[in-house]
């Protein structure tokens, strides 16, 4: 007898917002609990602040799935569809987007109400001129709105985290403030501190006054300036989603199909492969197809980031999201949804970014043995006083000491006050620096990769070289051609036409005719003159032909009454400042690559003409493959900067350890970058990695000096020999030592250079 198989149980699929995660360690425990659910496989993306859940529809729900996040101490809730659609996409990062906004907005009302009731409680505890009768009892009152205002996200956190037995900055911040609050509620409704009259003056030691001390002035400031640290890094985090967004709306909405006969408009999300839809010039191609009637040019910039357009006609490929320029065509649907080149790139700017795993804040790090050793000391001190014979009020006053001298206010400052100032003079000069990880990536990158076109060189055509024969002039030839070429669109007949306009007026053409694929021709002054691709024997001109087509232009062949007459080459023209450029990056350390989608000879030229070696030069790259060849230089051990303008870019400049944008890029690269240089010159390269930089060795100024002055104070505490109210004075010194230094960044100056 034959056992039936049971067959397979086929799971459902939900993505869930995951909030309140603030390092790898959080999306580490959703997973780890997601996980131990029966009938589920997940994983928790910390960089895209979701969670892919497949699931067992007969044993769980999407509610129960939130529940056991919101039981490990964080927020979630369902995102939309995840059918492959654009609009459920676009959906889900919006929802994303909607709930980080939500917990800043939050932050920022926690910050303005606690930074409001700090500095009278400041003035009020340091200033005994200021403190009127029973000015404690005001005090008490301001400190407690900030200290459970305020300091609610630091309390929730330190909970959840030690829930699960680990410590970070916000147990010290929690248990430091909250010792400082339990003691002055202790010294206000038990000890003395209440009696109407009561002053408090700065002292030395903790024996050296007979009036019990309050340290609400510490609670207040210390919440009020973490509040700010937070709510800066809150909104610098999360940026992969602004790059989805743009990627998946970049596509047309609708396209013209062809059904039953009739020309009818339907939108994108039901064409189905093997429909034919018609394309007409300036439109969006709808989707991936290929051409089955009709010539055009196709500006693939967008994708490619190549500024001269392809040629296609009857039977060849066409991608989703470029552009018709000239002619009309019927494109049959080969590809549609998340098959589609689009999709397939978005998908890739995700895995690119989920690979880049946040570098973990140095503060983090030394929380992990910070805090516990500061809690032990600060029990040690306790118990050490009590066992030496010293009151209960002495031996709590020293613990707590220990506590408030620990309590990280300049460790929570050293990092976002640096980074405000840094990235506010990288702003003055076009330089937008996303968040505290980009800092540490600028430090180790030795590589980079620069794409060609819009970001060594300008994008723009131009007239490099012509090449005449007798009876003809190189200005008459020129002439002949600019003014044919002045009837059409495409960006190296514009090239043409500028350049001859500028040398003089143009003639009149007549019977002008456009034959896509091969050129333009027309009757110019008697003569029938063409330009374009070459056909037939070019005689005496072959050689310059070569030439123009080795040094990486495209040889434009112009006719006179059908005898080649001359050679026109254009080409992609460098940047003035790339060379400069390049060469200030090699004294940074870091080795240049070129890496395009441009053919072999061009790109060989460029890098020679900018100081790039030949054996770096990556050409003829399809748009999807630029990733793997970052990703395969960073496999053999380097770490890699990716500098780029174009969609096709995006994903490469997530997969770098660092990535930088041309501002005058597209929207989807500049998102999923790390830097937008916004005047997208290389130059400014150069600027950002220097500013960032030397950001980054402020902050670790910052933070050892911060550091150190916790590790010589704390032993003090310990022994007595420092009162809480002083270690209050020390920890406010150290935060102006912390905000000063940053404001040293203000004088970063811009790197000195001479165009060529």
Known sequence: MTQTQQPPVELLHVDLGVTGMTCTSCSSRVERKLNKLDGVEATVNFATESASVAYDPDKLSPADLIQAVEDTGYGAF???ASSGDEDASTSNVSQIDAARDQEADELKRRLIISAIL???????SMIPALQFTNWQWAVLTMSTLVYFVGGAPFHKATITN?????????????????????????????????????????????????????????????????LLGRWFET????????????????GAKDASVIRNGKEERVSIDSLVPGDIFVVRPGEKIA????????????????LTGESVPVEVTEGDSVTGATINTTGRLLVKVTRTGADTTLAQMAQLVTDAQAKKAPVQRL??????????????VSLITLIGHLLAGSGLAPAFTAAVAVLIIACPCALGLATPTALLVGTGRGAQLGLLIKGPEVLESTKKVDTIVLDKTGTVTSGTMSVHGITAIAPYSEAEILRLSGAVEHASEHPIAQAIATNA???????????????????VQATVEGRRVNVGKLQGDLGELAGAFTTAQRDGATAVVVSVDGTAAGIIAVRDTVKETSATAIAKLKELGLTPWLLTGDNEAAARATAAEVGIDPANVIAGVLPQDKVHHVEHLQNEGKNVAMVGDGVNDAAALAQADLGLAMGAGTDVAIEASDITLMN?????????????????????GNLFWAFIYNVLLIPIAAIGFLNPMLAGIAMAFSSVFVVTNSLRLRTFERTPHESR
């Open 78 to 80: 369902e995102m939309g």
């Open 680 to 700: 997208s010159d290389l130059i400014s390269a150069v600027d950002a990695i220097r500013l960032s930089r030397k950001t980054l060795g402020t902050i670790k």
């Open 162 to 226: 030690l829930k699960h037995g680990a410590f970070t900055m916000d147990t010290l911040i929690s248990m430091g403030t909250t010792a400082a609050y339990l003691w002055s509620l202790w010294a206000l409704f038990i000890g003395n501190a209440g009696m109407p009259g009561m002053k408090m003056e700065m002292h030395l030691f903790a024996s050296d006054s007979t009036m019990d001390e309050i340290y609400l002035e510490s609670v207040a400031v210390v919440i009020a300036f973490l």
């Open 501 to 519: 306009a500028e040398a003089g007026e143009l003639p009149s053409v007549d019977d002008f005719s456009n034959e896509p694929g091969v050129g």
């Open 287 to 302: 989707t991936d197809g290929v051409v089955t009637e009709g010539a055009s040019a196709i500006d693939e910039s967008m």
């Open 363 to 376: 503060v983090d790090k030394i929380a992990q043995v910070f805090v516990p050793v500061v809690i032990g």
């Open 118 to 124: 700090a500095v009278p409680v400041m003035l009020l």
């Open 235 to 250: 909104r610098a985090k999360g940026r992969s989603s602004e790059a989805l967004r743009a990627l998946l709306t970049m």
